[in-house]
Nanobody, 124 residues
């Protein structure tokens, strides 16, 4: 009954852009913090960025800072990840997650609810 579903993944050339969306159930969206994580083959799941309940405060990993932007539309129960200047090292499965927190946290274990993920592939 608590659901998160990502969309917008795909293939793009290096330097291109993609916009990911995460549609959440109303119950899930009552959590204070939403975040994006990614996981490449053979690597641990890593924090990409997070956004507070009201959408004012955002936190980004150093690897994506200045290139990615997180936003949310609380009326639509949707979180977005705008990805610009994509690099081959951005290739991964991207997940959205929700946690009961007043500030974005950066560890996967801090998040209770997860979507199934969407694949992003960046060609060199």
């Amino acid at each position: 009954q608590v659901q998160l579903v990502e969309s917008g993944g795909g293939w793009v050339q290096a330097g291109g852009s993609l916009r990911l969306s995460c549609a959440a159930s109303a119950r899930t969206f009552t959590y204070n913090t939403m975040a994006w994580f990614r996981q490449a083959p053979g690597k641990e799941r890593e924090f990409v960025g997070g956004i507070s309940r009201g959408g004012v405060n955002t936190v980004y990993a150093d690897s994506v800072k200045g290139r990615f932007t997180i936003s949310r539309d609380n009326a639509q129960n949707t979180v977005y990840l705008q990805m610009n200047s994509l690099k081959p090292e951005d290739t991964a499965v991207y997940y959205c997650a929700a946690a009961l927190s007043t500030y974005p946290l950066s560890r996967p274990g801090d998040y209770k609810f997860w979507g199934p993920g969407t694949q992003v592939t960046v060609a060199s």
